[in-house]
């Protein structure tokens, strides 16, 4: 039985002082053929490679007594290893280990599963690791089974919810296709947020401060995609700017003017300020909208392709949506379609032309966008353009979008 079935229970004494070797080594105890047989080359090399695997061989000749309450974990770890069995029980065994070894651990028994064809039944209280590494998932509420099967299946957002008793959001994993549980701690915010925003205006840049993080959705140079911001920074560079670093340069530049990085979000714009529009509704939905355009690299998309390759430059279209409210992902999308529909029709009615097609243009080659949602207040499942929250928008970036683009056709015709 033991050469077929591991287990690891979740404390695991030893009563003498044993050094790791020799502990990792009572795992070949099964394979032993009589009282005075002693260890053969085929045990140290599987001793060997299961230290190496929990990163314990350095290990070998300290007594267990010497080691830490995470060492410990990995040396029990590897004796269970060096049973070679087909079933490896194991209780919490990330228990007492730090993050890369968790993952060290796991990517080796999930290595060995497949290589050798281990069957691995595991009690894990760590729901993203039960994701990532698991094929199966058996979930229990009070010791009876509520569901099993694949991470995708068992790990439904309500389900969860209403075993563990809290709230919590189900995401998708950004690199492997596994859910990613996140848990949302109780929170009191400021239902007004648009009050909270201190505006700054100057020829060199439109800065916004907010003493709450709103959740933003940009293709910014500084904290682009979903991130929290609560400083915001639309900078005006000359079109002849050039830099091989473009983030890193401007990374500087806020940290010059007292902003930290991490919780700016910034764009940059050859627009002149000046001309920039800023309109907010007066009712719900509040929405807040900051638009800075000039018609330079003007295009028409649906021609573009007939034009030479792209050169980087400067954006001219900047737009920021500020919203009081708690959105879902789905809706910072839509609310990005709708802003982008509104902007296209504020082109052809300012009939902006595409210098080399000569036909009407659909944004610039370097437009950028800003959503940003406070999280708080009411709750706007959709932001297309015929709900009420994306009505709203695509009124505000219509409206101040013509208006930012007659201020640059005033200031070129004067200049």
């Known amino acids: 039985m033991a050469r077929k079935v591991a287990v690891l229970p979740q404390q695991s004494e030893t009563a003498f002082s044993y050094s790791v070797w020799d502990v990792v080594a009572l795992g070949r105890y099964p394979y032993l053929k009589g009282w005075l047989q002693g260890v053969t080359k085929k045990d140290n090399e599987v001793i060997t490679q299961a230290m190496q695997q929990t990163n314990t061989y350095q290990f070998k000749d300290k007594s267990m007594q010497q080691l830490s309450g995470g060492e410990r974990q990995r040396v029990l770890v590897a004796r269970a290893l060096a ?74 957002e309500k389900q969860l919810g209403n075993v563990y008793e809290t709230t919590l959001e189900r995401k998708e994993h950004p690199a492997v296709p596994s859910p990613l549980i996140t848990f949302i701690p109780e929170k009191v915010l400021d239902s007004a947020a648009l009050n909270t925003l201190q505006i700054e205006r100057s020829k060199e840049w439109i800065k916004i401060e907010s003493t709450q993080k709103w959740k933003t959705l940009s293709s910014s140079v500084i904290g682009a995609g979903f991130r929290w911001h609560n400083q915001f920074v639309n900078r005006h560079v000359n079109k002849n700017y050039h830099f091989d670093n473009v983030e890193l340069e401007y990374a500087e530049y806020l940290q010059r003017n007292g902003l930290d990085p991490k919780d700016t979000l910034g764009m940059m714009t050859a627009a002149m300020l000046d001309d920039a529009s800023i309109v907010v509704s007066k009712g719900e939905p509040a929405v807040m909208a900051i638009i800075s355009a000039g018609a330079s690299n003007a295009v028409d998309a649906s021609v573009a392709y007939q034009q030479a390759d792209w050169k980087p430059s400067i954006g001219t279209i900047n737009i920021w949506i500020f919203i009081e409210g708690v959105l879902p992902e789905a809706a910072y999308i839509q609310a990005t379609m709708t802003v982008t529909e509104a902007k296209a029709k504020a082109l052809n009615d300012e009939q902006i032309l595409d210098p080399v097609s000569q036909t009407i243009a659909t944004g610039t080659s370097t437009d950028s966008v800003l959503i940003a949602a406070s999280q708080s207040g009411p709750s706007y499942p959709y932001a297309g353009t015929i709900t009420s929250l994306g009505k709203e928008i695509a009124r505000l970036v219509y409206q101040g979008t013509r208006e930012a683009l007659e201020r640059n056709k005033r200031r070129r015709k004067l200049t």
């Open 83 to 156: 049973q070679e069995p087909d079933i490896l029980l194991l209780d919490e065994p990330t228990n007492h280990l730090d993050i890369s070894h968790q993952m060290s651990l796991l990517n080796s028994l999930q290595q060995w599963s497949r290589e050798r064809g281990l069957t691995v039944i595991a009690v894990l209280h760590d729901l993203n690791m039960a994701s990532l590494y698991c094929d199966r998932v058996l979930l229990l509420d009070k010791g009876k089974a509520v569901a099993l099967g694949t991470p995708v299946h068992v790990m439904e």
